[in-house]
Each structure stands twice: as structure tokens, then as C-alpha cells.
């Protein structure tokens, strides 16, 4: 039996081109200097005041039309997320808005491929990596989408410099990359976002079945839920499948799936290659494909057992995607 179930996640004025906002952000360059001024461009975001909204005034991330528009806002957003320069608390957005333009993308090739030929060269890798991931999964279920939305909790994650240091550690203790490690927490839960339990009875941030983790020299006496613990385990159990010598193989072990390896690569790749990038993914909100549409569940989410998708939209209408504006 697959020892890991992975869950089906992974995981705004409107215009012609975004527009930027700009933020003033002032730093020392020297500490017998004076501080200077240092302009960061963080982009506008799609809007429309007739958006269903959460309890904090964030809408579902809006698609433009114009593939020249949507290039624009995602090179600026690939670039803001990047910049340290820019405030964490201004991440989430980003990053939200960031994620629903490639998973609208991945389902429309011809819409895909103009949005990458106006795309600014230098992020056109990244923009590959993201589609060719997402592709994976939608190839993973090819059925009918589902028309209930799932028995979990969706909360907040552990830091993110917590998490950085726990795929580090466990790196540097199994050999298996961090980046690996990274990557399979995103898909899993969303880096730990999602507290449920699978179908299949995997449990916590890295989805252990509870008689994998028993087992000698996986889990250890530590905490299934635990962020630290399951990074941990994770690693030691690459190793076990196989990882080191063929992380494919390894990544097989941990589900039985060419396509979920894939795409658990991809975002390994970009993470060796880009490690900013991890600013964003960190930031990625849970989706839900659904009969309903693409499904935001936003943190607070509580469900103890299945419940109708249509329904979840009725009393959540925030959670289901808007229409794209012109």
C-alpha cells in the first residue's frame, strides 16, 4: 500500500496593464550612513467592488482577458514576491493572485502559450515549471470532479523559517534535498495548511499513514502531526524507497504515481534553481476542484464530515471563482 495519500490540492481596478503601486521602504546602507529612500513596485491587484469578500476584505484572485495584461501582472508579481525589499505582510496576495493565474492557465493551452510569449524572457523557466507541475495533477484525475468539499480544518501554517530550517535539517541528516522535501509538503497540505485525515488515513503535514510512521526507524516516537517531526520522517523514508539513489523512485514510494513525481520535481527544480520562489509557494491558499469550480478554502475552513460543493459556494460565495473581467 502507497505509504503517503496525497491530498487533490497543491495546492486585483482593472485595466490594460497593472498598476503599480508604489511603497517606500527605508533602509541603512551603512550604519554611520544616513538612511535612504529605496522604491519597491509592488503590483496592483485585479479588483471590482462587486467581489464577494472573506471577513478581512480579500476577494478570489481575478484573471484579465488580455494575455499582454496578464503577462504583465505576473512578471511583476514574480518579481515582487522575489524582492526582498518588499514587506512579508504583502506576500499572501501576491502569491494568491500568483497561483490562480497558473492553475486557470494550465487548463487552457492556447491561452497559456500567449500569455508566455508576452511574459518578460527572465521568467519564462519559471512560468514552464509551474504549468508543466499543475499539468501533472490535472493528468492524476481525469474523472468527474467531485461535488462535495472535503471533512478537513484549514489553518495556519507553521512559519516559514521554521519550515525552511526543518527541510534543512532534514536534509542535511538524510541526504535527501530540501527542495524535495519542500516540495512534497506543498502538494501534501499545502505546507501543512490542511489538518484532516485522507481516505486513505495519512495523517498530518507530510500525510504518513499511521503504520508507516510505526515503523523502525520512520517515525521514531515522534508526533505524526508535528511540522519538525514529519519533515524528519519524511527524509528517513525517501531514503528507505530508495530516494538517494533514485529520487524518483524514492517519490514513487511516497505515491504511486509518474505524474505526482513529476510534479513534485518541477517544484523542486524551481526551488534549486530560484529559492526565493519559496516567499510565494509558502504563501499558496488550499483549492479545491470541485463541480462547484476551483474552490478557495480559506483558513478557518472547518468541516468534520463532507458536504455539498453548491452549498459551501451558497454560504461562502468568496470561495467559488469570480468571472474574468475584460
Known amino acids: 500500500m502507497t505509504a503517503v495519500r496525497r491530498w487533490c490540492v497543491v495546492l486585483a481596478a482593472v485595466g490594460a496593464l497593472p498598476l503599480l503601486l508604489v511603497v517606500h521602504h527605508r533602509i541603512a546602507l551603512q550604519a554611520e550612513q544616513e538612511p ?3 522604491v519597491v513596485a509592488v503590483p496592483q491587484l485585479p479588483s471590482h467592488p462587486s467581489l464577494p469578500r472573506t471577513a478581512q476584505g480579500r476577494h478570489y484572485p481575478l484573471l484579465q482577458k488580455d494575455p499582454q495584461a496578464t503577462a504583465a501582472l505576473l512578471g511583476a508579481l514574480e518579481a515582487a514576491i522575489r524582492d526582498p525589499a518588499v514587506p512579508v505582510d504583502r506576500i499572501p496576495p501576491l502569491a494568491h493572485q500568483q497561483q490562480v493565474i497558473y492553475r486557470v492557465l494550465s487548463r487552457d493551452p492556447q491561452r497559456a502559450a500567449a500569455v508566455r510569449t508576452a511574459l518578460a524572457p527572465r521568467w519564462r523557466w519559471v512560468f514552464d515549471q509551474h504549468i508543466a507541475a499543475r499539468r501533472e495533477f490535472l493528468a492524476m484525475h481525469r474523472g468527474p470532479a467531485t461535488s462535495r468539499v472535503p471533512a478537513w480544518r484549514i489553518q495556519q501554517p507553521a512559519p516559514q523559517e521554521q519550515l525552511l530550517r526543518a527541510y ?3 536534509a542535511k541528516a538524510t541526504g535527501i534535498p530540501w527542495t524535495v522535501l519542500a516540495a512534497v509538503n506543498l502538494v501534501e497540505t499545502g505546507m501543512g495548511r490542511i489538518d484532516g485525515v485522507s481516505v486513505a488515513n495519512a495523517q498530518g503535514p507530510m500525510q504518513f499513514l499511521p503504520s508507516t510512521w510505526a515503523e523502525p526507524g520512520i517515525g521514531q516516537g ?11 520522517a519524511a527524509g528517513r523514508y525517501l531514503v528507505r524507497r530508495g530516494g538517494l539513489k533514485d529520487i524518483r523512485r524514492g517519490l514513487w514510494g511516497y505515491n504511486n504515481s509518474d505524474h505526482y513525481g513529476e510534479a513534485v520535481l518541477r517544484y523542486a527544480a524551481l526551488l534549486d534553481r530560484d529559492p526565493l520562489a519559496y516567499r510565494g509557494l509558502y504563501h499558496w491558499q488550499i483549492h479545491y476542484a470541485s463541480a462547484a469550480g476551483d474552490l478557495w478554502l480559506e483558513e478557518g475552513y472547518a468541516r468534520t464530515k463532507p458536504e455539498s460543493a453548491h452549498q459551501h459556494t451558497r454560504e461562502f460565495p468568496h470561495s467559488k471563482p469570480p468571472s474574468t473581467l475584460p
Request: net charge negative; charged share 30%.
Open 36 to 38: 535612504a529612500d529605496v
Open 168 to 170: 534543512r535539517s532534514s
Open 222 to 232: 515522534g508526533d505524526i502531526r508535528n511540522p519538525w517531526d514529519a519533515i524528519h
